[in-house]
């Protein structure tokens, strides 16, 4: 017994070393990979928004492309068939050379439309608030939405790489209104002060509860709030069923350096 009596203290000592030893050696563990998840959690996040400014870049260039090469195009072939229709305009050319005039028209149009998608130029000549209370009221027109715009235009020039990340989150926004909300009227407010940009989208279509098991972060939105939090700003996204949905922006005037 006495011999007993001096081994247990030390079996439990050894005992509470070893698991001493493997509770530190799973904290490693864990550290370790809650490291190597943020790191790669960093790169993802890099990598997307490299990836979305490579894709504006591209974007802008076919849009440049489209205006100068296929515009200039259809433009000679618009001045040949006046020629053409200078001197042959008469039955049975007179017919077929008003549906070529035509066909040319809903070319132009179409190249028009496509450019505008990659490269809103009102963005590039007239500024954000210009750009943004622009393609609101002409989406809500077709849509035949509603339109409440509080656009403050005396927010000045903005940074193109928040005016283009702006701009795309109000076309993404505006999309799944269209296509998903089943609205009947739309607001957009923007302005800013010293500090920050804000934007504030919202309808009041049918909505969703964003605690539901069936809810899902779409490619859209996962997009907007990644382009946002690049730039170091804060996206914040609430619907209720039956109430709506708002997706309210900031983002700082001057941005952190990298």
Not at 72 to 101: F, I, Y
Request: net charge positive.
């Amino acid at each position: 017994m006495l011999l007993l009596s001096r081994i247990l203290p030390g079996v439990a000592c050894v005992a509470l070393l070893a698991a001493a030893a493997l509770w530190l050696e799973r904290r490693r563990a864990m550290l370790r990979a809650e490291k190597l998840h943020e790191a790669r959690a960093r790169e993802l996040a890099e990598l997307s928004t490299y990836l979305q400014n490579f894709a504006e870049k591209e974007r802008s260039e076919i849009a440049r492309s489209l205006h100068d090469e296929l515009g200039g195009l259809l433009t000679a072939a618009k001045m040949d068939l006046s020629w053409l229709q200078s001197r042959l305009g008469e039955p049975p050319n007179e017919g077929r050379l008003t549906q070529l005039g035509e066909a040319l028209d809903q070319a132009m149009n179409v190249k028009r439309r496509v450019v505008e998608h990659l490269r809103p130029s009102l963005l590039d000549h007239f500024g954000l608030a210009t750009a943004l209370r622009a393609y609101a009221e002409s989406t809500c027109a077709k849509a035949n939405l509603k339109f409440d715009g509080a656009v403050d235009d005396a927010v000045g020039p903005v940074p193109k790489d928040i005016a283009i990340a702006l701009f795309r989150l109000v076309q993404e926004g505006m999309t799944n209104i269209t296509r998903h909300a089943n609205a009947h009227s739309v607001r957009l407010e923007f302005g800013g002060d010293a500090r920050r940009y804000t934007l504030r989208l919202c309808d009041d279509g049918r909505g969703f509860r964003l605690a539901d098991g069936e809810f899902r972060w779409s490619h859209g939105l996962t997009g907007m709030r990644h382009r946002i939090e690049a730039l170091n700003g804060s996206f914040t996204l609430r619907s209720m069923p039956g109430s709506g949905t708002q997706i309210e922006v900031e983002v700082p005037r001057v941005q952190a350096a990298a």
